[in-house]
């Protein structure tokens, strides 16, 4: 029969191994650096991914972050060789190289990025300090980056970090400044766009003034040449009427009555109160005896 004291004091082992084995170990993940602290004195970083053991009780761990980190600076205001002032929004990328080195200078990622953004705003003053505002917004953007990069680098390698990049998302003018730069190209815009509007009311005078003379002048051309058609036939129109009274003056007479008759008795027109015995009508009464020759007189 089995001793009841020795089962009990071999689970209690098993117990006490279990708690040695589960303290002892540790797992770094593939986006995990760890740094072993004994007794507070770190050793060396474990960058291998896995199950890892340690002195259980003594040893602590402490994990650093292996992936790319950001930093988001806030926007920063910096005056340019030129003496103009812009406000420049940037942004870093960084990662923990050495993490022994990390542990000792900031110890976490929130005091990396607090280091890191003083290092940040430092190198952009002093780069954009010694360039134009014309070089940051249009010719050599990419190369003051990698400039800034460059110096940030050289002082973030005290903190065991490695700049991948330094980018500047944002370089503008302030906001009053931006508000004055554009209203003085939406007045030298008015400006253009009244000078342009005059030149074309110049040139609408223009055409009108040659359109009015041409009208003109083609309307006194028309205007004589219809005097002068008008003359001809109305001289053409008296010839003929001379003609005709030179052949018959009766029958001269009678159409000349006619366009009186027709001109004078007209609808709606003014009344006329005549005998109907008056010489005008004398082509009412007989027409016939009214147009024939008289008769010769008698001889003596």
Known sequence: MRNPILGGVVAILGVVALVLIYSAAFIVQQTQQALVLRLGEPLAPVTTPGLHWKVPFIDSVVYIDNRILDLENPSQEVIASDQKRLVVDAFARYRITAPLRFFQSVGTVQGANSRLSTVLNS??????????????????????????????????????????????????????????????????????????????????????????????????????????????????????????????????????????????????????????????????????????????????
């Open 123 to 300: 190198a952009l003053r002093r780069v954009l300090g010694e360039n134009s505002f014309i070089s940051l917004v249009r010719d050599g953007r990419e190369g003051l980056m990698h400039q800034i990069a460059e110096q940030v680098n050289r002082e973030a390698a005290n903190f065991g970090i490695t700049v991948v990049d330094v980018r500047i998302r944002r370089a503008d003018l302030p906001e009053a400044n931006s508000q004055a730069v554009f209203q003085r190209m939406q007045t030298e815009r008015q400006r253009e766009a009244a000078e342009i509007r005059a030149q074309g009311n110049e040139a609408a005078q223009r055409l009108r003034a040659r359109a009015d003379r041409e009208v003109t002048i083609v309307v006194a051309e028309a205007n004589s040449k219809g005097e002068q058609l008008r003359g001809e036939g109305d001289a053409e129109r008296n010839r003929i009427f001379a003609d005709a009274f030179g052949r018959d003056p009766d029958f001269f007479s009678f159409y000349r009555s006619m366009q009186a008759y027709e001109a004078s008795i007209k609808p709606s027109d003014t009344r006329m109160v005549l005998s109907p015995d008056a010489r005008f009508f004398r082509y009412f009464q007989d027409p016939v005896s009214a147009v024939a020759p008289p008769a010769p007189a008698a001889g003596n």
